[in-house]
């Protein structure tokens, strides 16, 4: 059985390095090491959730039937500075093991925060009024998912952040890298292990070498360097927004993927990808999306259906995050996008989250489709 995600609660608990709370799950190791890092593991009925979800209106998402399995030991998290290429962790929200390729500095919004009217941006046609503070640099890593992890992230659409427009005439063709994401930095949990290939990924062994010389004793080889440089363009994070409605924060990020040409006119397309936290007690779940498209050719179109992607995702204490991608095309170089996600209440009352607007912007200089990542 692969190991299944570790939930939230038990790894802020660790990165707290809390020995009161965590002896019940973890045992301590010396005081030169640290804390020993674990998974849990599932039986597997207790990991597919989506059969559950359509049966019951809110389930509790508690998974059962806990067994630890020891993956290394933990480091101290870093305050300042970021983590370095070959940096092993757990992720603090998904529980996924992972390692990192290298970091990206994105602009983040967070409306959260009360702007100044001068650093304030004017809002997009039709927004919803919320104002958009001066973006602040923030740290992201790309990183690799361990593939064992892969089939328990239930709280998450996929486990690939990266799609790619298929060198291929049709222009709706994707191309995906499966277990290729992007992480923040406050949601790295560093550990160390002792194996020479501790993260189960057909890239790793490509991309990474065990050097027991450096610390962290993975080094980048040449040909990460060289697609890191390829695929600059199409990897690259510009801009992160967030926003909190009611304890419910939601973050977008949304990537450009080129442009096609489709029955004589130029298509440009984007994803985006969206993460929704619970960050209150309250059991509740998203039941719909409102989307509002507009286009630098002045086009205004309004988007409404059940769910996201399929699912109707339950927010709880236990599992607190939902996270997917998405894709959207405009016949215009630029435009914007924001909207709402009807959310339910256990008592059967709604209530609507604010999705943050955010622009779709074209590069200046059209690439030529990614490369190298076909291996």
Known sequence: MAACALRRGLLSTVSKYNSKQTHRLLSVADAGAGFEAYKLRLQCRTCGLSGDVQQRRFMSSRPEGKILETVGVFETVKQHGKYETGQLFLHSVFGYRGIVLFPW??????????????????????????????????????????????????QRSQTEAVTFLANHDDSRALYAIPGL???????????????????HHELFERFLMYNPAKSPPFTARDTLKAWQEKNHPWLELSDVHRETTENIRVTVIPFYMGMREAQNSHVYWWRYCIRLEN?????????E??????????????????????????????????????????????????????????????????IPPFSLESNKDDKAPPAGYTF
């Open 279 to 287: 960050l209150g007690n309250e059991v509740v779940q998203l039941r």
């Open 105 to 154: 500095h994105a602009r983040l919004y967070d409306r959260d925060i009360t702007p100044p009217m001068s650093d304030s941006k004017p809002e997009p046609p039709g927004a919803h009024g919320s104002k958009e503070v001066k973006g602040k640099t923030h740290t992201y890593y790309q990183v690799l998912i361990d593939t064992r992890d892969c089939p328990h992230i239930s």
């Open 181 to 199: 994401d992007y992480v923040s930095h406050e949601d790295i949990l560093p550990y160390n292990s002792a194996e020479q290939v501790p993260i």
């Open 289 to 354: 999306r409102h989307w509002r498209i507009f286009s630098l050719s002045g086009t205004l179109e309004t988007v409404r259906g059940r769910g996201v992607v399929g699912r109707e995702p339950v927010l709880s204490k236990e599992q607190p995050a939902f996270q997917y991608s998405s894709h959207v095309s405009l016949q215009a170089p630029s435009g914007h996008m924001w909207g709402t996600f009807r959310i339910e209440r256990t008592d059967g009352s709604h209530f609507d989250v604010r």
